[in-house]
């Protein structure tokens, strides 16, 4: 299911539907996230969740939602890279813009990209 996610005043993330009965409506709020990210518009990260923690639903959610929320997902003990959000996109501290398809974690007021393993 994908999501909109924004950072909120209080460093967490508020998720809002795209797809699915709630569409457009706030959702939930949450402090972390996997993320992999399928567009970006502004600071605003689109995305299907794969993990989520400390998950506060604001109102009735269906199974399938839930299961869009990234609830029962895994984080994985991977390396990260962090990113800072300047006009234009989110980038790394070596300046390079951080695409869609990457797999961003969102960790209260930060945003790391998540590393892929390196197969020899």
Known sequence: MEVMLEKTKDNR???????????GHEIAVL???RVIVTDLA????VGEMQASWGLELLGDADARTIRG????GTFYPRPVRAL???EGGYRDEFGERVERGSV?????PS???ELQPQHD
């Open 13 to 23: 993330w508020s998720v809002c539907a795209i797809e699915s009965s709630q569409a």
């Open 31 to 33: 402090d972390y996230a």
């Open 42 to 45: 502004g600071p605003t990260i």
């Open 69 to 72: 929320l990234g609830v029962g």
């Open 84 to 86: 800072v959000y300047e």
């Open 104 to 108: 961003f974690i969102l960790d209260g």
């Open 111 to 113: 945003v790391y990209l």
